[in-house]
């Protein structure tokens, strides 16, 4: 007999996220994320694609699920996805401004209240060779790790052509922190807990608009870097990321010039049967990167430094305990006391697809993550790494001067980080060429 898992309830994260939208004063500010999957290929029929997609959806209970209720009374309600309703199609002018103005406007589509919140879209005409699939999903019912198990899921060669029902078991108990560890995790969080008021400007108040942009780098960049400093490819992409930030608030936002930066960083907690479920299963935990306008290098070894509890399976077990174990109201209170006016800051994900994507012969060659950034947020970054390629879409608040050019900084801050790594150490010439050219480590999923 099929023995049946009940869903853990939607957490305070999920109706934070759900909540918050609501109170967005624009749709730019919704809590919609997703994936942009560039084929090169022909344009394939959408009743086809539709069908395609229906036969996939009986193993995904995260794409059959609704968000309802508040509080305690909030659960997760069963809803049978419609693919003509989900699946469809829109084409748009040649070009890759015309994609992305494609992808923006339906970013700041509302969510019906009585359908699962997905939606695929097929988008052709900007390319004559090739053809677009936008992903997108409410943040309330699956967070980046979900995003990455859908699409391998669905676009994975190796996925069968039909899907047996969902066997949903109980899961096994989870083993309790250690009495220590919880300790130390408690000291880490609560050492993150006080108010920073780096992005509260009585003169220049935050907005609900967004500037939205993507930049690529090749990954063998970021490894390269990571291999010679000894750090993760995450470490290297939030170094990058403190060095534009710390530049451009210099001359743009002085409160953030000196001082550290605070980062939330999502840890996924999500375990291999909780795969497809809705709901987030990460914890958001603040780091503080490294403030002023350090060497690049020195930037690097302390970005790894902070970054370093993160990493630990102690500190995970006790996030996962927390998620899993706390009650639903100190949840709530702790959700409600990190994303207070003064303690909200930026928001920097990493995640990682490990296996090439196709639809049919169509070949998928690129992936553009889609973030979302709430009110109150000064900004949010995303970085997927995908076929030797990282991309990684940035959402602004339109409030801050000049922040634009962050991507830019962002991506000139690894090329300088890469320069510097490349520079002969040993007196082997090639070396570090050989070095980039080598596999390593990827980053931590969200």
Same mark, same amino acid.
């Given at each position: 007999m099929t023995q049946m898992r009940t869903f853990l309830p939607?957490?305070?994260?999920?109706?934070?996220?759900?909540?918050?939208?609501?109170? %967005?004063?624009?749709?730019?500010?919704?809590?919609?994320?997703?994936?942009?999957?560039?084929?090169?290929?022909?344009?394939?029929?959408?009743?086809?694609?539709?069908?395609?997609?229906?036969?996939?959806?009986?193993h995904l209970p995260c794409m059959a699920h609704l968000l309802h209720g508040d509080g305690r009374q909030a659960q997760w309600v069963h809803a049978l996805p419609d693919p003509a309703h989900h699946v469809s199609a829109r084409r748009v002018?040649?070009?890759?401004?015309?994609?992305?103005?494609?992808?923006?406007?339906?970013?700041?589509?509302?969510?019906?209240?009585?359908?699962?919140?997905?939606?695929?879209?097929?988008?052709?005409?900007?390319?004559?060779?090739?053809?677009?699939?936008?992903?997108?999903?409410?943040?309330?019912?699956?967070?980046?790790?979900?995003?990455?198990?859908?699409?391998?899921?669905?676009?994975?060669?190796?996925?069968?052509?039909?899907?047996?029902?969902?066997?949903?078991?109980?899961?096994?108990?989870e083993p309790r922190p250690r009495?220590?560890?919880?300790?130390?995790?408690?000291?880490?969080?609560?050492?993150?807990?006080?108010?920073?008021?780096?992005?509260?400007?009585?003169?220049?108040?935050?907005?609900?608009? *967004?500037?939205?942009?993507?930049?690529?780098?090749?990954?063998?960049?970021?490894?390269?870097? %990571? *291999?010679?400093?000894?750090?993760?490819?995450?470490?290297?992409?939030?170094?990058?990321?403190?060095?534009?930030?710390?530049?451009?608030?210099?001359?743009?936002?002085?409160?953030?010039?000196?001082?550290?930066?605070?980062?939330?960083?999502?840890?996924?907690?999500?375990?291999?049967?909780?795969?497809?479920?809705?709901?987030?299963?990460?914890?958001?935990?603040?780091?503080?990167?490294?403030?002023?306008?350090p060497p690049l290098a020195q930037r690097l070894a302390r970005t790894s430094t902070v970054t370093a509890a993160l990493k630990l399976p102690g500190h995970r077990a006790v996030l996962r305990a927390a998620l899993t174990r706390l009650p639903a109201g100190l949840l709530q209170r702790l959700v409600t006391v990190s994303t207070a006016p003064g303690r909200l800051t930026l928001a920097a994900s990493c995640l990682v697809m490990r296996k090439r994507l196709r639809y049919g012969d169509a070949v998928?060659?690129?992936?553009?993550?889609?973030?979302?950034?709430?009110?109150?947020?000064?900004?949010?970054v995303v970085m997927l790494v995908y076929a030797g390629e990282a991309s990684v879409c940035f959402r602004i608040d339109e409030a801050l001067p000049g922040a634009e050019s962050l991507p830019a900084r962002w991506r000139q801050a690894l090329e300088d980080l890469s320069a510097a790594g490349e520079r002969p150490t040993t007196g082997r010439p090639g070396a570090a060429a050989a070095a980039a050219a080598a596999p390593g480590p990827g980053p931590s999923t969200e």
């Open positions: 939607p957490s305070a994260a999920d109706l934070f996220l759900r909540d918050l939208e609501q109170r %967005a004063e624009h749709p730019d500010a919704a809590s919609t994320i997703g994936a942009v999957l560039h084929l090169s290929g022909a344009v394939p029929a959408l009743p086809d694609l539709q069908e395609y997609v229906a036969a996939r959806l009986s002018a040649r070009g890759p401004e015309a994609l992305e103005a494609a992808v923006q406007d339906l970013m700041r589509a509302p969510w019906p209240e009585d359908a699962p919140a997905w939606r695929l879209v097929l988008l052709h005409g900007q390319a004559a060779d090739g053809f677009a699939l936008l992903y997108l999903t409410h943040h309330a019912v699956q967070d980046g790790g979900t995003i990455v198990a859908i699409l391998e899921a669905l676009f994975s060669p190796d996925a069968p052509t039909e899907q047996p029902a969902t066997v949903l078991r109980t899961p096994p108990a009495l220590r560890q919880v300790l130390r995790s408690a000291a880490v969080l609560l050492r993150h807990a006080r108010k920073h008021h780096v992005w509260t400007s009585p003169s220049q108040p935050l907005s609900s608009r *967004r500037h939205t942009s993507w930049v690529q780098v090749p990954v063998v960049c970021l490894k390269a870097v %990571a *291999r010679a400093s000894g750090a993760s490819i995450n470490d290297v992409y939030l170094a990058a990321l403190g060095h534009a930030l710390a530049e451009w608030a210099s001359t743009s936002w002085p409160r953030a010039a000196e001082t550290p930066l605070p980062v939330m960083v999502p840890v996924s907690l999500r375990t291999a049967d909780e795969w497809a479920v809705p709901g987030n299963r990460l914890f958001l935990t603040r780091v503080d990167l490294p403030g002023g306008l998928v060659n690129r992936i553009d993550p889609v973030m979302c950034c709430p009110s109150g947020a000064p900004l949010a």
